[in-house]
């Protein structure tokens, strides 16, 4: 299984036009996630966490070159700013960054 998770700053104001654009994503989106999460951190309502998971590299790899993931970087740099960006290889628990290299 492979995750992809997303922390974003929310500009105060746009904090739910950036989750209603969340909830329309998957639908969406070709190579979309088979499942995928919102999360809010409890200290501050603006830090949001998104994670989608997929069963195949090849599938998300997919998705991060698809129309609907260039939408959701389009709109994270308008209504706020993208802070951490990781791909999680759940299976044996390795990372890489977004560009393939492991951590």
């Not at 998705?63 to 951490?84: C, T």
Request: contains cysteine; glycine residues 6%.
């Amino acid at each position: 299984m492979w995750t992809l998770r997303l922390e974003v700053r929310i500009r105060p104001e746009k904090r739910r036009e950036f989750l209603e654009s969340l909830q329309t994503l998957p639908d969406t989106a070709t190579n979309g996630p088979t499942c995928h999460k919102t999360l809010q951190d409890v200290n501050d309502p603006f830090v949001i966490c998104w994670l989608g998971e997929w069963t195949s590299r090849e599938n998300l790899s997919g998705f991060m070159a698809s129309n609907a993931y260039s939408a959701l970087k389009g709109a994270i740099s308008i209504l706020g700013r993208l802070q951490g960006e990781i791909v999680v290889e759940s299976d044996n628990f390795t990372s890489t960054d977004w560009k393939g290299k492991e951590q």
